[in-house]
């Protein structure tokens, strides 16, 4: 008879994980408050509010809200003066929009390998990738885990190098004790659906350096200057600001953020210590300065050959069966059809950029291999529950070991 619940089997889990997003009547009430308050833009004091309580959270001077993650980049990166002609290096493990931004100011990204036991962007792999054009290089903290800034910090010095940090999946991550997003020139966030703090969507550039934040609030609000008149444009920014609703789901949800924190800290190291004794699957590791892992992803290091060569997606496959919510995760950026097919579907970099552009020769073999055969990911969520969930995913995880040869007949 099939053990396994793909082949019809009884799954380890039928109970949905912790649920997401969180709310409860504080929500509700603060919805209300702005509602009746009449403002729901510009002006509107809660977004205020919220931007001084996340920068000081984050330990950094300024806070500026914005429309999502990518815009966040997108602004930052014109902010920071990056445009025609500038290279940025990215990392090839991260979303589309790391690298999407860099295109939409005109400059090109260039992707870089990542280390094989963190995911985060290799160091000696960026220094490789720098040229006379390279103005910058976007660090991401990928699953909320902090990337290796010490290196990185001291290349982008060596090379007058300006650094943005991703920090989209690592709100409350710490690096040497510091919050990701103060250690490079300036940091963004994403408040969408999936993330740890979440207005459904939304996005959040943080800085210390007051010229910038300024060029920053310039950017979101259609090129208006502080202290300058309504109609009176100086730059080319359209309008990214963050709506008063969500400001106010924002400010509650961090009421929230440092406990949810704490429990997804107790699960994680509760499913690393179980997976210790687990021959074929680990977790992803962190650098020793690495004070505070913000776990939006528990990435889980699948090892096909402890599976007798069990490809990662069929794995995956099988793992849901069980009941455990779980996705094989990226490709490598520069794989994706849209930069496969670059630069025809850019017109202007074919003029700018000629034969300088190719993204159907870049190799970068460890994140080919982590995307093809390793990473698999658990969601921010599933860490929020029991320690009971972190036991099925285990039980799981054995039971899929024990009857693999099932999956091949
Ligand atoms: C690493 C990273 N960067 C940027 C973004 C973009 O954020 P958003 O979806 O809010 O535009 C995301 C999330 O989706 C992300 O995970």
Redesign the pocket.
């Known amino acids: 008879m099939a053990q396994l619940a793909i082949h019809g089997g009884n799954p380890v889990r039928s109970e949905p994980f912790h649920r997401w997003p969180v709310f409860d009547t504080r929500d509700k009430q603060a919805l209300m408050e702005t509602l009746e308050s009449g403002k729901w833009g510009i002006g509107a004091k809660v977004t205020e509010r919220f931007e001084q309580h996340f920068a000081d959270y984050c330990g950094a001077q300024f806070a500026v809200s914005c429309t999502?993650?990518?815009?966040a980049?997108y602004i930052a990166l014109q902010a920071m003066g990056i445009g025609p002609g500038d290279e940025v290096i990215v990392p090839s493990y991260?979303?589309m929009?790391?690298a999407i931004s860099v295109l939409m100011v005109n400059a090109i990204p260039v992707f870089a390998d990542i280390d094989p036991e963190t995911y985060n962007l290799d160091p000696e792999s960026v220094e490789k990738q720098i040229t006379p054009k390279t103005k910058a290089m976007i660090p991401?903290h990928?699953a909320g885990n902090p990337a290796e800034m010490d290196e990185l910090m001291r290349i982008a010095e060596e090379y007058s190098l300006l650094v943005l940090e991703?920090c989209?999946?690592a709100p409350g991550a710490e690096w040497n004790k510091r919050k990701v997003g103060t250690i490079g020139h300036a940091g963004t966030f994403?408040?969408?659906s999936s993330?740890n703090l979440t207005a459904g969507?939304?996005?959040a550039i943080i800085t210390n350096d007051e010229s910038l934040a300024d060029r920053l609030r310039t950017f979101t609000n259609c090129g208006r200057v502080k202290g300058g008149a309504w109609y009176d444009h100086h730059e080319l920014g359209g309008n990214h600001r963050l709506g008063a609703f969500q400001s106010a789901l924002l400010l509650v949800g961090m009421e929230r953020l440092e406990g949810q924190m704490k429990q997804r800290e107790e699960n994680a190291r509760y499913l690393q210590s179980l997976l210790e004794g687990i021959d074929g699957v680990s977790f992803q590791k962190s650098y020793a300065g690495c004070t505070r892992h913000a776990y939006h992803l528990g990435i889980l290091r699948y090892q096909p050959q402890r599976f007798k060569g069990l490809a990662k997606s069929r794995f995956a496959e099988a793992l849901r069966k069980e009941g455990i919510d779980c996705s094989t995760g990226y490709l490598p950026v520069y794989q994706y059809n849209f930069f496969q097919n670059f630069p025809d579907r850019m017109l202007a970099y074919r003029d700018l950029y000629e034969g300088r552009v190719n993204y159907r020769s870049v190799q970068c073999p460890h994140c080919e291999r982590v995307c093809q055969d390793e990473a698999i990911w658990l969601f921010q969520e599933m860490l929020l529950g029991s320690k009971e969930d972190m036991d099925d995913i285990v039980e799981a995880i054995v039971k899929i070991q024990c009857h693999v040869s099932e999956l091949f007949e």
């Open positions: 999502n993650g990518t815009d980049l991260t979303f929009a790391t991401v990928i991703d989209a999946q994403s408040f969408q993330k969507e939304g996005g």
